[in-house]
């Protein structure tokens, strides 16, 4: 038989054709097993399977470690989901949820709406189009409770850049929703930036939220600025909760209302956070002459490009013009090192003490020089013996607010704050109109009270006078020498601090903590790692519930601290100082403690190539150690020898 040519050219075409076009439809296949296979190697399920839950939120899987396969990844949702009603997505040809009564199916192309239970581990078997199993993976429902959240959706859809420079802003919109799922409020905000110092360094971070309009949420008044406080400092979560509320009992102005919040950038779970007022001039806060404003006024958007200055202990913008009054208000933050130096405006005393200005930020030099004159008439005026300004000739309660240094004080004191007298520590002044006097306050940055520290940071039994570090602020201690400021210390801790301890340590800490118990079971499996207890000699092992251990041991440091400084302010017991020098006699580390008491823990020393060992007694070859009585005051000093030699 003969076959025409053209027709064998066209078989031949046809051949060609089907061999071409054959590989062309299994190959979508094929690939898609590729990326499924890859992704579920690298264990990023997040791309192979979507979940969607109630209002059609998408959320990610989330796995803190990817290289290993064996390892948990963890669904979070809110309070309200539904979940009856979760929504799930695959490239896979089919996936199997096998853990629950009975097996889960999905497969490609198809929304599917499914129940699942929280807490149980599911494994996921992907299949491929043949029916061949390529891979499993463990996946577990988490979901909040009885908390609100907060949706955050930056501009360019990540938070890479911000969370690598605090000084970068993005612009963003926010969603509130209420713990049922109901819509609070929602618009563009003005940005969200990063904030925090040591805090800053860690995976979890806080942030400070710029809205376009005042919103009051949760009851705790109208503001533009609000804080999303991260706490990886304290790994309990109530540290600054409990303080911000000891504050607000104790009627202090400008303290921080603050309630806790889950928290979603990008659609993806960032973890349980404390929502904050700032700490700011402004209506419902700090309710004192906003300078800062009032220079902008007067100056407009030149103050963002004004030129600098420095003077001999201070620092900030050049102005064109002053407001009449530059008495106030003044918000003055004690700062330190690199963080002073990083702020506009400021000033340091001739002790060294370094203060920031916070308000005004953008501070002229007469600004700068009224302020600072008058922080160093305080300062010389405490340091004083009799409590006279030597220059002025003006006693320093004529110009200190006495009430409220003490309340800040009894603040510090009582939590016992790593970094009272360091950072963080506010200070205000209105116009003279409505006061002539510095006032202390508001509060801020617990999360290194409550003995969260090692060493003599932990003592129960002793007063510390806001001197736990060697060169920063003496200023209480001096106020501590004059008789009328005790007398107010004791009178404002009867009246508004002792009874409220007990309340603290017995109803308050279980009260947050009964609040966040099933959000911190979401925080802990995605954030664990990263809270931070300063003490390294605390032996509490990792567990999804170790923050209730961490709370256990606030709640006991709180009744312990209480029955001493009961003792001391409501009973009278007589108090030895001891002071702390280094070896060429300098240094402001005080401690006071109770006549014949021993002192729990001493300060640990430390110098390159130099063993430390020990403190010893001035004009004495004896050495002060926690079995020391003290029935005097004393100073000591460190002793030194050459360390050994490494081996």
């Avoid at 046809?14 to 094929?30: I, Q, Y």
């Avoid at 189009?129 to 501009?155: C, H, Q, W």
């Avoid at 009799?386 to 000739?393: A, E, H, L, M, R």
């Avoid at 200070?427 to 002539?436: A, R």
């Amino acid at each position: 038989m003969i076959i025409d040519n053209r027709k064998l050219k066209k078989i031949r075409w046809l051949f060609v054709f089907l061999t071409a076009l054959l590989p062309l439809l299994f190959l979508p296949k094929l690939f898609t097993d590729m990326k499924i296979y890859n992704l579920l190697r690298e264990n990023k399920i997040d791309t192979s399977v979507t979940f969607t839950y109630t209002g059609d939120r998408q959320v990610k899987c989330y796995n803190a470690n990817p290289g290993n396969p064996e390892s948990m990844s963890y669904v979070f949702l809110p309070s309200y989901a539904d979940m009856a009603q979760i929504g799930v997505e695959t490239i896979a040809e089919r996936v199997d949820f096998i853990g629950g009564p009975e097996t889960i199916s999905v497969k490609s192309g198809e929304y599917a709406a499914c129940s699942f239970e929280t807490g149980l581990p599911y494994r996921m078997h992907f299949y491929n189009a043949s029916g061949t199993e390529i891979g499993t993976r463990d996946v577990t429902f988490l979901k909040s409770g009885g908390l609100p959240v907060m949706y955050v959706n930056t501009r360019t859809g990540s938070m890479e850049r911000l969370d690598a420079d605090k000084t970068y802003k993005e612009k963003a919109s926010i969603e509130f929703l209420d713990s049922e799922g109901e819509l609070v409020f929602t618009d563009d905000i003005r940005s969200i930036s990063a904030r925090g110092n040591q805090t800053f360094t860690f995976e979890k971070k806080s942030y400070q939220l710029n809205l376009s309009v005042p919103v009051d949420f949760m009851n705790m008044g109208m503001s533009d600025t609000w804080i999303l406080l991260c706490n990886v400092y304290d790994p309990a979560y109530i540290r600054n909760k409990l303080t911000y509320e000891m504050a607000l009992q104790a009627d202090m102005p400008g303290s921080a209302k603050s309630e806790y919040i889950d928290v979603y950038f990008n659609d993806v779970y960032a973890g349980m956070y404390q929502l904050c007022e700032k700490v700011e001039i402004g209506e419902n806060r700090l309710e004192i002459a906003d300078l800062e404003a009032q220079n902008r006024a007067l100056n407009g958007e030149v103050l963002d490009y004004a030129d600098t200055f420095v003077t001999g202990n201070g620092k900030g913008v050049e102005l064109a013009r002053n407001p009449q009054d530059i008495t106030g208000g003044y918000l003055i933050e004690h700062d330190y090192g690199m963080k002073f130096s990083e702020v506009l405006s400021g000033f340091t005393t001739s002790t060294g003490e370094e203060f920031a200005l916070k308000n005004p930020n953008h501070a002229s030099e007469a600004e700068v020089t009224y302020i600072s004159n008058r922080m160093q008439e305080i300062e010389d005026a405490i340091r004083a013996e009799d409590g006279y300004n030597p220059v002025t000739g003006i006693y320093y309660t004529e110009y200190i607010d006495l009430e409220s240094w003490a309340d800040k004080y009894l603040i510090e004191e009582i939590t016992r704050n790593n970094g009272g007298g360091s950072t963080s520590s506010y200070f205000y002044k209105p116009q003279d109109s409505l006061s002539t006097k510095v006032y202390g306050g508001p509060v801020w940055d617990y999360d290194k009270g409550y003995g969260n520290a090692s060493g003599y940071n932990k003592n129960t039994r002793d007063l510390a006078f806001l001197t736990l570090h060697e060169y920063y602020t003496s200023w209480f201690y001096y106020l501590y020498q004059h008789e009328d400021f005790v007398e107010m210390v004791k009178k404002e801790y009867q009246e508004k601090f002792s009874d409220y301890l007990t309340i603290m340590a017995e109803e308050k800490a279980d009260e947050y903590l009964a609040q966040i118990e099933a959000s911190a079971i979401l925080d802990q499996a995605r954030f664990g790692h990263v809270y931070c207890a300063l003490d390294e000699n605390l032996e509490i092992p990792f567990s999804p519930d170790n923050y209730k251990m961490h709370a256990q041991a606030i709640k006991q440091f709180i009744l312990e601290r209480k029955a001493f400084l009961d003792e001391v302010w409501l009973e009278d017991a007589p108090i030895c100082m001891v002071h702390f020098k280094n070896a060429e006699g300098s240094g402001n580390r005080c401690v006071g403690v109770i006549t014949g008491e021993c002192i729990e823990n001493l300060p640990v020393e430390s110098k390159s190539n130099m063993q430390f060992l020990g403190w010893q007694i001035e004009d004495s070859e004896d050495f002060l150690t926690t079995q020391t009585p003290v029935t005097e005051e004393i100073t000591v000093y460190p002793v030194w020898e050459a360390a050994p030699p490494q081996e």
